[in-house]
T-cell receptor
Framework: KNQVEQSPQSLIILEGKNCTLQCNYTVSPFSNLRWYKQDTGRGPVSLTIMTFSENTKSNGRYTATLDADTKQSSLHITASQLSDSASYICVVRSSGNTPLVFGKGTRLSVIA | KAGVTQTPRYLIKTRGQQVTLSCSPISGHRSVSWYQQTPGQGLQFLFEYFSETQRNKGNFPGRFSGRQFSNSRSEMNVSTLELGDSALYLC?????????????FGPGTRLTVT
């Protein structure tokens, strides 16, 4: 069964600190993996899309890594800001005419 | 370029009623997908439309249906509402339904069933 598991479920960090969110998937065959940021009450916004051949991709203070062999991805946030408080959702797409498979997200709270 | 718009933003309905939600994709986008988001289940895929044809359907009962019009706008309908249908319904659009293309989400419609 195609699944995406994220950890931790929730995380609280101090402003200015770094953090890493994890995503493990069993989706096969694999096409791409996406990280989304979702603020409370809003729709998800894409941070990165990574294909099989990409190991690392950055978007400002967000850096995603992908290990297609172990089927793991991580999202590293550097120098966190209060505005980083949101849910971060890992999404995997298989190849062909198949829908996206979503993780349940990690709820990040950045406090002053 | 305007983003994905969804109407209404908030809706309160009673059990047994039916509801229609609307989604207008980004101009030029022809693919529209619908998702249900609840705290317990996260985001779950409902269906995907491209050029007025349903390409994919998730594991939801037949009470959930949708359609897409020639201008790419899409509607989803839920009949005989149940308490468990309370959720945030999100619509996403992309230029084509290919696997590598970016999806852009709307703000969602918050449905509360009482």
């Amino acid at each position: 069964k195609n699944q995406v598991e994220q950890s931790p479920q929730s995380l609280i960090i101090l402003e200015g600190k770094n953090c890493t969110l994890q995503c493990n998937y069993t989706v096969s065959p694999f096409s791409n993996l996406r990280w989304y940021k979702q603020d409370t009450g809003r729709g998800p916004v894409s941070l990165t899309i990574m294909t099989f051949s990409e190991n690392t991709k950055s978007n400002g203070r967000y850096t995603a890594t992908l290990d297609a062999d172990t089927k793991q991805s991580s999202l590293h946030i550097t120098a966190s800001q209060l505005s980083d408080s949101a849910s971060y959702i890992c999404v995997v797409r298989s190849s062909g005419n198949t829908p996206l498979v979503f993780g349940k997200g990690t709820r990040l709270s950045v406090i002053a | 370029k305007a983003g994905v718009t969804q109407t209404p933003r908030y809706l309160i309905k009673t059990r047994g009623q039916q509801v229609t939600l609307s989604c207008s994709p980004i101009s030029g986008h022809r693919s529209v997908s619908w998702y249900q988001q609840t705290p317990g289940q996260g985001l779950q895929f409902l269906f995907e439309y491209f050029s007025e044809t349903q390409r994919n359907k998730g594991n939801f009962p037949g009470r959930f249906s949708g359609r897409q019009f020639s201008n790419s706008r899409s509607e989803m309908n839920v009949s005989t509402l149940e308490l468990g249908d309370s959720a945030l319904y999100l619509c996403a659009s992309s230029s084509v339904p290919e696997t590598s293309y970016e999806q852009y989400f709307g703000p969602g419609t918050r449905l509360t069933v009482t």
